[in-house]
């Protein structure tokens, strides 16, 4: 009697992957990235009970799928292999040989193009073994760490304030402030001499202003000065000495002034002897005449 084959009604028909529940849930599934989950199921739908260990993730077969930028296929490349979610059968090499891979939730086909060691690496359920690295502390982490001395959590701190209450800081000193004092430490300075009311002349308003005996001196002293000769008038201190007379040598830098020379002062003295000496003869004539 002929065995029928069983139609699934209730989904569509159609091949499908099968993704079990043991890859969704392991380790090594959660760890990925959203474009190795993608990349995996690119991979899964590939498998047809019988290409295990063929499976292709070139940049050309995936373009077809929409798949544009080669180093995001090389990151999940990398992610699903470190995840061993699937396994490298043959290294590809220019000019067009592609490499092949295998999901590691089933068992390898046998194919006599695999590398060499390449069967006897694979295992199936690999992917169990994973388990995700731990992450690097944060710097947070281990200042939280170092500031409770070993412990994972920070110390909390008490924030209740004592029953007391909580006191203000005195803005005054605890003795008080103290004003500055109007004198000084030793006292204040006093004058030896204290001043008198009235000057030691005598107050000007006391004085009388205009009396026989002032007016008395006054006119003595008026009629001693014309009774007395008149001093003589003194010789003037300048001279007019020409400009080519001057020495440079007598030049004096503090008064800024030239000395004038011995010859000027000398002919000075000569004038003024033939003066005298005219004068005289003028009043001897005169004598004579009379």
């Given at each position: 009697?002929?065995?029928?084959?069983?139609?699934?009604?209730?989904?569509?028909?159609?091949?499908?992957?099968?993704?079990?529940?043991?890859?969704?849930?392991?380790?090594?599934?959660?760890?990925?990235?959203?474009?190795?989950?993608?990349?995996?199921?690119?991979?899964?739908?590939?498998?047809?009970?019988?290409?295990?260990?063929?499976?292709?993730?070139?940049?050309?077969?995936?373009?077809?799928?929409?798949?544009?930028?080669?180093?995001?296929?090389?990151?999940a490349?990398?992610?699903?292999?470190?995840?061993?979610?699937?396994?490298?059968?043959?290294?590809?090499h220019?000019?067009?040989?592609?490499?092949?891979?295998?999901?590691?939730?089933?068992?390898?086909?046998?194919?006599?193009?695999?590398?060499?060691?390449?069967?006897?690496?694979?295992?199936?359920?690999?992917?169990?073994?994973?388990?995700?690295?731990?992450?690097?502390?944060?710097?947070?982490?281990?200042?939280?760490?170092?500031?409770?001395?070993?412990?994972?959590?920070?110390?909390?701190?008490?924030?209740?304030?004592?029953?007391?209450?909580?006191?203000?800081?005195?803005i005054?000193?605890?003795?008080?402030?103290?004003?500055?004092?109007?004198?000084?430490?030793?006292?204040?300075?006093?004058?030896?001499?204290?001043?008198?009311?009235?000057?030691?002349?005598?107050h000007?308003?006391?004085?009388?202003?205009?009396?026989?005996?002032?007016?008395?001196?006054?006119?003595?002293?008026?009629?001693?000065?014309?009774?007395?000769?008149?001093?003589?008038?003194?010789?003037?201190?300048?001279?007019?000495?020409?400009?080519?007379?001057?020495?440079?040598?007598?030049?004096?830098?503090?008064?800024?002034?030239?000395?004038?020379?011995?010859?000027?002062?000398?002919?000075?003295?000569?004038?003024?002897?033939e003066?005298?000496?005219?004068?005289?003869l003028?009043?001897?004539?005169?004598?004579?005449?009379?």
């Amino acid at each position: 009697m002929s065995k029928r084959l069983r139609i699934d009604d209730s989904r569509e028909p159609g091949g499908y992957c099968a993704l079990p529940w043991s890859v969704i849930d392991s380790q090594a599934f959660q760890s990925l990235s959203y474009p190795a989950v993608a990349l995996l199921i690119e991979l899964a739908r590939q498998y047809v009970r019988n290409n295990n260990g063929r499976l292709l993730l070139s940049a050309n077969y995936l373009r077809s799928r929409q798949w544009r930028s080669k180093d995001v296929i090389e990151r999940a490349r990398r992610d699903l292999l470190d995840a061993k979610l699937i396994y490298q059968t043959v290294q590809g090499h220019r000019p067009n040989k592609a490499s092949w891979y295998a999901i590691t939730w089933y068992t390898l086909d046998k194919f006599p193009n695999y590398d060499a060691g390449a069967v006897e690496g694979f295992r199936r359920g690999m992917y169990a073994s994973f388990q995700i690295p731990k992450t690097a502390p944060t710097r947070q982490a281990l200042f939280d760490k170092w500031r409770g001395h070993g412990k994972t959590e920070a110390p909390k701190i008490d924030l209740n304030p004592p029953s007391s209450g909580v006191k203000t800081a005195a803005i005054n000193p605890d003795d008080g402030v103290e004003s500055l004092s109007t004198t000084p430490a030793d006292g204040a300075i006093r004058t030896l001499l204290y001043p008198l009311p009235t000057p030691s002349n005598g107050h000007h308003l006391d004085k009388p202003f205009c009396t026989g005996e002032s007016v008395q001196r006054a006119t003595l002293q008026v009629v001693t000065l014309s009774a007395e000769e008149e001093p003589e008038k003194e010789t003037s201190q300048f001279e007019r000495v020409r400009e080519c007379e001057l020495d440079s040598s007598q030049f004096d830098p503090v008064t800024g002034e030239f000395i004038p020379p011995k010859k000027a002062r000398e002919r000075h003295q000569k004038q003024e002897a033939e003066g005298w000496v005219n004068a005289a003869l003028a009043e001897v004539r005169s004598q004579n005449h009379k």
